[in-house]
């Protein structure tokens, strides 16, 4: 399994419209083949800051969706909003307690 965790830093203005399109698309990207698990974190002291987190069966799994057109689609309506470039990782899980 692979963890993928995005940061993203949005124009203080766009924070809302950000989250409508999280919204329209949770679904869809939680039910895309190989995803297994999908949460969006917002920072608590500067609220222009989302994070999502997400479980993927595989590293093809990440990439297949990656190459999509619902990525291709979100990610193009998502990058508009950006005041910062977004950061990505992409880990294993250790330990779960």
């Known amino acids: 399994m692979l963890v ?9 203005s766009e924070t809302e419209a950000f989250q409508e399109l999280f919204e329209r698309n949770k679904e869809k ?5 190989g995803c ?3 949460e ?4 608590k002291n500067r609220d222009n800051i989302f994070f999502t987190y997400s479980y993927w069966e595989s590293e093809d799994a990440l990439e297949n969706y990656r190459h999509s057109d619902l ?3 979100v990610w ?9 470039k977004p950061e990505a990782w992409s880990v294993d899980k250790v330990h779960s307690l």
């Open 36 to 38: 297994n698990f999908l």
């Open 76 to 84: 193009s309506d998502t990058k508009k909003m950006f005041s910062g």
């Open 4 to 12: 993928r965790i995005v940061k993203m830093t949005f124009e203080p």
């Open 40 to 43: 969006l974190y917002r920072d």
């Open 29 to 33: 990207i939680r039910g895309f083949e």
């Open 71 to 73: 990525f291709k689609e």
